[in-house]
């Protein structure tokens, strides 16, 4: 589904999954410049920019202007939390076992993030 067919509150809380998603910890800055182009169907950056600010003045997100910084707020962790982790997708990617495919693994694959994909080694859960 293009993104410009999705409502308004649903793409918050599409914005607010791919904070979290790309936070390692409560209260990390994450770059703007991340957020706006996470998404390959996001229409335009103006529209990602926009939802930030709407979703600063009820906050959910905190920005940090001077220094393009972007961080889930204490009612964005709140929001989340009743949304539930149980809507996070998974997904079964098969690689073999070699030092070469460890690299996507541990930093990830942009289809990883763009899809909101949890991973799991299958030797593991982590």
């Not at 067919?5 to 793409?11: E, L, T």
């Not at 182009?37 to 009820?58: H, V």
């Not at 809507?87 to 079964?92: I, L």
Request: glycine fraction near 6%.
């Amino acid at each position: 589904m293009k993104i410009d067919a999705i409502p308004v509150a649903k793409k918050v809380e599409l914005m607010l999954e791919e904070l979290r998603d790309r936070s390692s910890y409560a209260g990390e800055w994450i770059s703007v410049h991340e957020i706006d182009t996470s998404f390959d169907s996001w229409p335009n950056t103006n529209e990602a920019r926009f939802l930030m600010q709407i979703s600063e003045k009820t906050s959910l997100v905190e920005l940090d202007y001077s220094h393009g910084k972007i961080r889930l707020g204490p009612a964005g962790w709140a929001q989340l939390e009743q949304l539930g982790a149980a809507s996070a997708a998974v997904a079964f990617v098969a690689m073999w076992f070699d030092p070469q495919t460890s690299d996507v693994f541990e930093n990830g694959h942009p289809a990883f993030y763009r899809g909101r994909l949890r991973l799991y080694e299958g030797d593991s859960r982590r």
